[in-house]
C-alpha cells in the first residue's frame, strides 16, 4: 500500500512537470506578447525591450523555464505582470471559493443523479423510467453557460428565490453548484441506472426477497451500497471536468474562484497567473484520481493496490 | 522671458488670461441639489487588476484611480476643460518650455501626511523609471531628461526641479502642447513615497493618494469598499459617503440585478443584446443616458503590403464600405465616421466629406489599378461580440466590388501581435483601438497614423508613415496653448492630409449608454464624463 503510494506520487509529479512543460512551452509560441499587454499602446520600443528584459523574456526559451520551475520548487509562483502580485496570493484568496462550488457541484450530482438512477431502475422500461433517461441526456449535453442563465433567469430573477449571482452565502451557492452538477447528475443517474439494475439481477438479492425481507429494506440496505460502489471512484474523476465547467460557471455567477482568475489572465497573456491556475488544476485532478484509486479498496475488499 | 501668469483659482481671473484662458474659464458649479450621503453599487465584469497610477491602464480601474488620487491637473467634471487639480496655478515661459507649478496648501495625502513639491518630483521620477514598468511612461517623453530615464542611465529626471516646498519647476526639452493634458493624466497622480515604499510592488493594492475616496477594503476578485475622505481638499465633494465595486459580474446580470434594484450602475454598460428591450421600455430608457465618446472605429489597410501599397485601391475600399448599415447592426450604438478625430473631438472637420459610399466608383478605381478582377486578402478582427458580425458586413461589402477578405477571428493579444508586426492586410479596429488617453487631436496621430507607431510592434497597423505629415504634427505640437484656434486647424489639416491617403477606412464613432438605478442624482454628463470612464464617482449622488 506505502509503496503504491510512493509510486503513484512520484507519478503524479511527473505528470505536473509534463503539464508544466507543455503549457509553459505552449504559451511561449502563442503569437502574442506578454510585453506588449504590460507596455501599453503608448510605449516606446525601448520602454518594450526594457521590461522584456526584466521580465527575462527576452532569455531563450530553456532559460525561461529552467528559472520558472528553480521558483516553483522554492514554492514561488512567481508575480502576475499585469496585477504586480504574487500569483500564490491571487490564488489562495480564489481557491476556496472554488472549492466550495466544487463540493456543492459533488453534493448536488450525488443527490439528483443516484435518486433518479434508482428510481429509474426501479421502474425500469416505464414511462417514467424512459422520462428520465431522456432528461439526463439532455442534462449531459446542455452547455453550462446556458444552464446557467436558464437557471439564474427562473429562480433568481422570475421566481426571486436565489440571489442573482454574488458569494457569501448558502443561498448564493445554489444556483451555482446546480449548474455545475446537473451535468455530472446525468451521468450518475445513468450509471446508478445500470449499476442497480445488474444488481438487482443478483443472487442475493433474491434470497434477501425469498427470506421474506420488505422491499424497501432489501433495496437500501443491501442494493444501494453495492450499487454505489463503481460510483464512488468516479467522484475523483469529476473533479477534472469540473475545472474546465467552472470558468463558465464561474463568469455567469460572478462566483470569485481560479476559473474565473484563470479567464481573465488568458484574455491578457498573464502567463504566470496562467502557468499557476493550470498547476493549481493539474495537482487537483491527480490528487482526486489519487484519492479515489486508493478508497476503492476499501469500498470493495476485492481490489487490492499493488 | 516674461512669465504669463495663470491663476486658476477663479473664474473672474481666468477670463482675462493671455492663453487657455478659454479652456479653464469655468470651473464646475456644484449641483445645488446635491446632498451628501448615502452607498452605491457599481458593478464590473473584469477584476481590478491594480490601484496603483502609474500602472492601472484598464477601463474598469481609469476612474477609480482618478477618485484616490489627483494630479497637478484636472479636468472640469462631465467636460474636456482642463481646471487645475493640486497645482492651484503655473506659469510658462514664453517659449513653452518651462511650467513652474504652484501648489495647492494644505493637501494631506490619505495617511495624514501634508503633499509637498518633493513627492511631485517623486511620483514623476517614478512613472519614468523604467523598474516602475508603467504603460503610460511614454506620454512624459518631452520632459527634460527623459530618455536618460528611459535608457536607464539617469535616476531622475533631470528636467523636474523642487524650487521650494510649494513650487515645482517642470522644463521641457521641446514645446509640448499637450503637456497639461498629460499632467491631468492618471500616470501622473502624487503619489507618497513613504507608501510606495512600505508596500512595493503591491502598492497598487494599498493605494494611498490625495483623492476624493480612499481604499477601505478590498477582497480580492470580489469587491473594492471605497469610503469618502472627509478631508478631500475641494470642498463639498464627493457627495457619497462610500461606493461598493462588485465584480466578476456579466453585464448580463448586472443588469438583471439594476432591473431588480440591486445595482446602481452596471460599469460595463448595457449588453448588445438586450439594448432594444432596455430602449423600448420608457421607464428603463429614461434612466439611460447617452453621450459622445472620444473613439474611433476604423480598418487598417496595410499600406506595405500589396495591394494596399495602390491609393486606388485604398480609395476604392474607403468607397465600398456601407458604414450606415454597420451601424445598424449594432443598434445604431454609433454614428457613421469619415475622418479619424471622433466629433466631440477639437480638431475635428465638420464639413469634411471623405469618401462616399458608392460600389460604381469603387470598382472604377480598383479596375483602374489594375485589378478588375479583384483579389483575395485578409481581414483580422478581435473575437469578440459584435466585431465578428462587423467583419462579416465589412467582408459582404467589399465581395460586392470584387474583393474576397478571409476573415481571421483572433483573440485580442493576437490580433494586437499581428497589426504590430505588419503581417494583417486589413484589421477591424473594433475592441482594441482606439480611444483617446485625453482630449486632445494629437492622441489620435502619433501611436496610430504616425511614423512613431509605425515600427515593429507599434500600433500603427497600417505602417503609414508620412515624413511631410509628421512634421506638421510636430510643428502643431509645438504651440503653447493646447486650444490655440491655429494649432487647432493645423491637426485638422493634418488628418484630412492623411485621409488623401487612404490608410484607413474610418467606420464610425461609438456612442457611450449609461444605465443607472433611479436613485442616481447629478448631471446627465457626469455618467458619460469623458474623461473619468465610465462615471465622475466624485460628483454624483443619491436622492434616497
Given at each position: 500500500?506505502?509503496?503504491?503510494?510512493?509510486?503513484?506520487?512520484?507519478?503524479?509529479?511527473?505528470?505536473?512537470?509534463?503539464?508544466?512543460?507543455?503549457?509553459?512551452?505552449l504559451?511561449?509560441?502563442?503569437?502574442?506578447?506578454?510585453?506588449?499587454?504590460?507596455?501599453?499602446?503608448?510605449?516606446?520600443?525601448?520602454?518594450?525591450?526594457?521590461?522584456?528584459?526584466?521580465?527575462?523574456?527576452?532569455?531563450?526559451?530553456?532559460?525561461?523555464?529552467?528559472?520558472?520551475?528553480?521558483?516553483?520548487?522554492q514554492?514561488?509562483?512567481?508575480?502576475?505582470?499585469?496585477?504586480?502580485?504574487?500569483?500564490?496570493?491571487?490564488?489562495?484568496?480564489?481557491?476556496?471559493?472554488?472549492?466550495?462550488?466544487?463540493?456543492g457541484?459533488?453534493?448536488?450530482?450525488?443527490?439528483?443523479?443516484?435518486?433518479?438512477?434508482?428510481?429509474?431502475?426501479?421502474?425500469?422500461g416505464?414511462?417514467?423510467?424512459?422520462?428520465?433517461?431522456?432528461?439526463?441526456?439532455?442534462?449531459?449535453?446542455?452547455?453550462?453557460?446556458?444552464?446557467?442563465?436558464?437557471?439564474?433567469?427562473?429562480?433568481?430573477?422570475?421566481?426571486?428565490?436565489?440571489?442573482?449571482?454574488?458569494?457569501?452565502?448558502?443561498?448564493?451557492?445554489?444556483?451555482?453548484?446546480?449548474?455545475?452538477?446537473?451535468?455530472g447528475?446525468?451521468?450518475?443517474?445513468?450509471?446508478?441506472?445500470?449499476?442497480?439494475?445488474?444488481?438487482?439481477?443478483?443472487?442475493?438479492?433474491?434470497?434477501?426477497?425469498?427470506?421474506?425481507l420488505?422491499?424497501?429494506?432489501?433495496?437500501v440496505l443491501?442494493?444501494?451500497?453495492?450499487?454505489?460502489?463503481?460510483?464512488?471512484?468516479?467522484?475523483?474523476?469529476?473533479?477534472?471536468?469540473?475545472?474546465?465547467?467552472i470558468?463558465?460557471?464561474?463568469?455567469?455567477?460572478?462566483?470569485?474562484?481560479?476559473?474565473q482568475?484563470?479567464?481573465?489572465a488568458?484574455?491578457?497573456?498573464?502567463?504566470?497567473?496562467?502557468m499557476?491556475v493550470?498547476?493549481?488544476?493539474?495537482?487537483?485532478?491527480v490528487?482526486?484520481?489519487?484519492?479515489?484509486?486508493?478508497?476503492?479498496?476499501?469500498?470493495?475488499?476485492?481490489?487490492?493496490?499493488r | 522671458?516674461?512669465?504669463?501668469?495663470?491663476?486658476?483659482?477663479?473664474?473672474?481671473?481666468?477670463?482675462?488670461?493671455?492663453?487657455?484662458?478659454?479652456?479653464?474659464?469655468?470651473?464646475?458649479?456644484?449641483?445645488?441639489?446635491?446632498?451628501?450621503?448615502?452607498?452605491?453599487?457599481?458593478?464590473?465584469?473584469?477584476?481590478v487588476?491594480?490601484?496603483?497610477?502609474?500602472?492601472?491602464?484598464?477601463?474598469?480601474?481609469?476612474?477609480?484611480?482618478?477618485?484616490?488620487f489627483?494630479?497637478?491637473?484636472?479636468?472640469?467634471?462631465?467636460t474636456?476643460?482642463?481646471?487645475?487639480?493640486?497645482?492651484?496655478?503655473?506659469?510658462?515661459?514664453?517659449d513653452?518650455?518651462?511650467?513652474t507649478?504652484?501648489?495647492?496648501?494644505?493637501v494631506?495625502?490619505?495617511?495624514?501626511?501634508?503633499?509637498?513639491?518633493?513627492d511631485?518630483?517623486?511620483?514623476?521620477?517614478?512613472?519614468?523609471?523604467?523598474?516602475?514598468?508603467?504603460?503610460?511612461?511614454g506620454?512624459?517623453?518631452?520632459?527634460?531628461?527623459?530618455?536618460?530615464?528611459?535608457?536607464?542611465?539617469?535616476?531622475?529626471?533631470?528636467g523636474?526641479?523642487?524650487?521650494?516646498?510649494?513650487?515645482?519647476k517642470?522644463?521641457?526639452?521641446?514645446?509640448?502642447?499637450?503637456?497639461?493634458?498629460?499632467?491631468?493624466?492618471?500616470?501622473?497622480?502624487?503619489v507618497?513615497?513613504?507608501?510606495?515604499?512600505?508596500?512595493?510592488?503591491d502598492?497598487?493594492k494599498?493605494?494611498?493618494?490625495?483623492?476624493?475616496?480612499?481604499?477601505?477594503?478590498?477582497?480580492?476578485?470580489?469587491?473594492?469598499?471605497?469610503?469618502?475622505?472627509?478631508?478631500?481638499?475641494?470642498?463639498?465633494v464627493?457627495?457619497?459617503?462610500?461606493?461598493?465595486?462588485?465584480?466578476?459580474?456579466?453585464?448580463?446580470?448586472?443588469?438583471?440585478?439594476?432591473?431588480?434594484?440591486?445595482?446602481?450602475?452596471?460599469?460595463?454598460?448595457?449588453?448588445?443584446a438586450?439594448?432594444?428591450?432596455?430602449?423600448?421600455?420608457?421607464?428603463?430608457?429614461?434612466?439611460?443616458?447617452?453621450?459622445?465618446?472620444?473613439?474611433?472605429?476604423?480598418?487598417?489597410?496595410?499600406?506595405?503590403?500589396?495591394?494596399?501599397?495602390?491609393?486606388?485601391?485604398?480609395?476604392?475600399?474607403?468607397?465600398?464600405?456601407?458604414?450606415?448599415?454597420?451601424?445598424?447592426?449594432?443598434?445604431?450604438?454609433?454614428?457613421?465616421?469619415?475622418?479619424?478625430?471622433?466629433?466631440?473631438?477639437?480638431?475635428?472637420?465638420?464639413?469634411?466629406?471623405?469618401?462616399?459610399?458608392?460600389?460604381?466608383?469603387?470598382?472604377?478605381?480598383?479596375?483602374?489599378?489594375?485589378?478588375a478582377?479583384?483579389f483575395?486578402?485578409?481581414l483580422?478582427?478581435?473575437?469578440?461580440d459584435?466585431?465578428?458580425?462587423?467583419?462579416?458586413?465589412?467582408?459582404?461589402?467589399?465581395?460586392?466590388i470584387?474583393?474576397?477578405?478571409?476573415?481571421?477571428?483572433?483573440?485580442?493579444?493576437?490580433?494586437?501581435?499581428a497589426?504590430?508586426?505588419?503581417?494583417?492586410?486589413?484589421?477591424?479596429?473594433?475592441?482594441?483601438?482606439?480611444?483617446?488617453?485625453?482630449?486632445?487631436?494629437?492622441?489620435?496621430?502619433?501611436?496610430?497614423?504616425?511614423?512613431?507607431?509605425?515600427?515593429?510592434g507599434?500600433?500603427?497597423?497600417?505602417?503609414?508613415?508620412?515624413?511631410?505629415?509628421?512634421?506638421?504634427?510636430?510643428?502643431?505640437?509645438?504651440?503653447?496653448?493646447?486650444?490655440?484656434?491655429?494649432?487647432l486647424?493645423?491637426?485638422?489639416?493634418?488628418?484630412?492630409?492623411?485621409?488623401?491617403?487612404?490608410?484607413?477606412?474610418?467606420?464610425?464613432?461609438?456612442?457611450?449608454?449609461?444605465?443607472?438605478?433611479?436613485?442616481?442624482?447629478?448631471?446627465?454628463?457626469?455618467?458619460?464624463?469623458?474623461v473619468?470612464?465610465?462615471?465622475?464617482?466624485?460628483?454624483?449622488?443619491?436622492?434616497?
Amino acid at each position: 500500500m506505502l509503496a503504491y503510494l510512493a509510486r503513484r506520487l512520484i507519478q503524479a509529479a511527473l505528470i505536473l512537470l509534463g503539464v508544466s512543460f507543455i503549457t509553459f512551452f505552449l504559451l511561449y509560441v502563442l503569437p502574442a506578447d506578454p510585453v506588449r499587454q504590460i507596455a501599453g499602446r503608448s510605449a516606446t520600443a525601448q520602454t518594450v525591450e526594457n521590461i522584456r528584459h526584466q521580465l527575462g523574456l527576452d532569455q531563450p526559451f530553456v532559460v525561461q523555464y529552467w528559472r520558472y520551475l528553480v521558483g516553483l520548487v522554492q514554492g514561488d509562483m512567481g508575480r502576475s505582470y499585469l496585477q504586480k502580485t504574487d500569483v500564490a496570493t491571487l490564488i489562495m484568496a480564489r481557491l476556496p471559493a472554488t472549492l466550495l462550488l466544487m463540493l456543492g457541484a459533488i453534493v448536488a450530482e450525488l443527490v439528483i443523479g443516484l435518486t433518479l438512477g434508482i428510481i429509474a431502475a426501479i421502474r425500469r422500461g416505464g414511462a417514467l423510467d424512459q422520462t428520465l433517461m431522456i432528461t439526463s441526456f439532455v442534462a449531459v449535453s446542455a452547455p453550462q453557460f446556458v444552464v446557467g442563465l436558464l437557471l439564474l433567469y427562473v429562480f433568481a430573477v422570475k421566481l426571486s428565490w436565489f440571489p442573482i449571482g454574488g458569494y457569501g452565502s448558502f443561498s448564493n451557492l445554489v444556483l451555482p453548484a446546480l449548474t455545475l452538477g446537473i451535468m455530472g447528475s446525468g451521468w450518475y443517474s445513468r450509471m446508478m441506472r445500470s449499476s442497480m439494475i445488474d444488481v438487482l439481477r443478483s443472487d442475493y438479492i433474491r434470497t434477501a426477497r425469498a427470506k421474506g425481507l420488505r422491499r424497501s429494506r432489501v433495496l437500501v440496505l443491501h442494493a444501494m451500497p453495492n450499487a454505489i460502489l463503481p460510483i464512488i471512484a468516479m467522484i475523483g474523476i469529476d473533479i477534472g471536468i469540473f475545472m474546465s465547467g467552472i470558468v463558465v460557471v464561474e463568469s455567469v455567477f460572478g462566483w470569485p474562484g481560479i476559473g474565473q482568475l484563470a479567464w481573465q489572465a488568458i484574455q491578457r497573456v498573464d502567463i504566470p497567473i496562467i502557468m499557476g491556475v493550470t498547476l493549481v488544476s493539474a495537482c487537483a485532478i491527480v490528487l482526486g484520481n489519487l484519492i479515489a484509486d486508493m478508497i476503492t479498496p476499501f469500498i470493495d475488499p476485492r481490489i487490492k493496490l499493488r | 522671458m516674461s512669465l504669463m501668469k495663470t491663476m486658476l483659482t477663479t473664474s473672474a481671473l481666468a477670463v482675462s488670461l493671455s492663453f487657455a484662458g478659454a479652456a479653464l474659464a469655468q470651473d464646475y458649479q456644484p449641483d445645488p441639489n446635491a446632498k451628501p450621503g448615502g452607498n452605491i453599487i457599481v458593478t464590473y465584469k473584469d477584476d481590478v487588476a491594480t490601484l496603483d497610477p502609474a500602472i492601472g491602464y484598464d477601463w474598469q480601474n481609469w476612474s477609480m484611480i482618478k477618485s484616490l488620487f489627483d494630479g497637478l491637473m484636472d479636468y472640469v467634471p462631465g467636460t474636456t476643460e482642463l481646471r487645475p487639480g493640486l497645482a492651484e496655478s503655473y506659469d510658462v515661459s514664453d517659449d513653452g518650455k518651462t511650467f513652474t507649478f504652484h501648489l495647492r496648501p494644505g493637501v494631506k495625502f490619505h495617511n495624514g501626511r501634508e503633499m509637498t513639491a518633493d513627492d511631485v518630483k517623486y511620483s514623476l521620477d517614478r512613472v519614468t523609471n523604467p523598474v516602475t514598468q508603467s504603460p503610460g511612461a511614454g506620454f512624459f517623453a518631452s520632459i527634460m531628461g527623459y530618455d536618460a530615464m528611459a535608457d536607464g542611465s539617469a535616476s531622475e529626471l533631470s528636467g523636474v526641479e523642487v524650487v521650494d516646498p510649494a513650487t515645482v519647476k517642470i522644463t521641457l526639452s521641446r514645446p509640448d502642447a499637450t503637456f497639461l493634458h498629460v499632467m491631468a493624466l492618471n500616470f501622473a497622480s502624487i503619489v507618497p513615497k513613504e507608501a510606495v515604499e512600505e508596500w512595493g510592488a503591491d502598492f497598487g493594492k494599498h493605494p494611498v493618494g490625495t483623492g476624493a475616496y480612499k481604499l477601505a477594503d478590498w477582497t480580492i476578485g470580489q469587491q473594492l469598499v471605497f469610503a469618502k475622505n472627509t478631508e478631500y481638499w475641494r470642498a463639498g465633494v464627493p457627495y457619497l459617503d462610500q461606493i461598493t465595486f462588485e465584480v466578476g459580474q456579466e453585464p448580463i446580470v448586472a443588469l438583471l440585478r439594476l432591473q431588480k434594484g440591486e445595482v446602481d450602475v452596471p460599469g460595463d454598460g448595457i449588453p448588445p443584446a438586450k439594448f432594444e428591450e432596455v430602449m423600448n421600455n420608457p421607464a428603463e430608457k429614461a434612466r439611460v443616458v447617452e453621450g459622445g465618446q472620444l473613439q474611433t472605429g476604423y480598418i487598417t489597410l496595410n499600406v506595405k503590403t500589396p495591394p494596399f501599397d495602390n491609393l486606388k485601391v485604398r480609395e476604392a475600399v474607403n468607397m465600398a464600405i456601407n458604414k450606415k448599415r454597420i451601424t445598424q447592426m449594432i443598434n445604431g450604438r454609433a454614428i457613421p465616421a469619415n475622418q479619424p478625430l471622433p466629433p466631440s473631438m477639437p480638431g475635428y472637420i465638420k464639413d469634411y466629406k471623405g469618401y462616399s459610399f458608392d460600389d460604381a466608383a469603387a470598382k472604377k478605381l480598383l479596375a483602374e489599378a489594375g485589378f478588375a478582377d479583384g483579389f483575395t486578402t485578409e481581414l483580422y478582427v478581435m473575437n469578440t461580440d459584435p466585431n465578428p458580425r462587423i467583419a462579416q458586413a465589412i467582408q459582404q461589402d467589399l465581395k460586392a466590388i470584387g474583393i474576397t477578405a478571409e476573415i481571421k477571428s483572433l483573440a485580442q493579444a493576437n490580433v494586437i501581435e499581428a497589426g504590430g508586426a505588419g503581417k494583417a492586410p486589413m484589421i477591424w479596429s473594433g475592441g482594441m483601438a482606439w480611444i483617446a488617453d485625453f482630449p486632445d487631436p494629437s492622441n489620435f496621430y502619433g501611436p496610430i497614423l504616425g511614423c512613431a507607431g509605425a515600427g515593429e510592434g507599434g500600433w500603427n497597423w497600417s505602417k503609414f508613415c508620412d515624413p511631410e505629415i509628421d512634421a506638421e504634427a510636430t510643428k502643431a505640437d509645438s504651440f503653447t496653448d493646447p486650444a490655440d484656434p491655429k494649432r487647432l486647424a493645423m491637426w485638422s489639416d493634418v488628418y484630412e492630409k492623411v485621409m488623401e491617403q487612404a490608410p484607413w477606412v474610418p467606420i464610425f464613432n461609438e456612442q457611450r449608454y449609461t444605465m443607472k438605478s433611479e436613485r442616481m442624482g447629478g448631471a446627465d454628463n457626469l455618467y458619460v464624463d469623458p474623461v473619468s470612464i465610465p462615471v465622475n464617482y466624485d460628483y454624483v449622488y443619491v436622492t434616497k
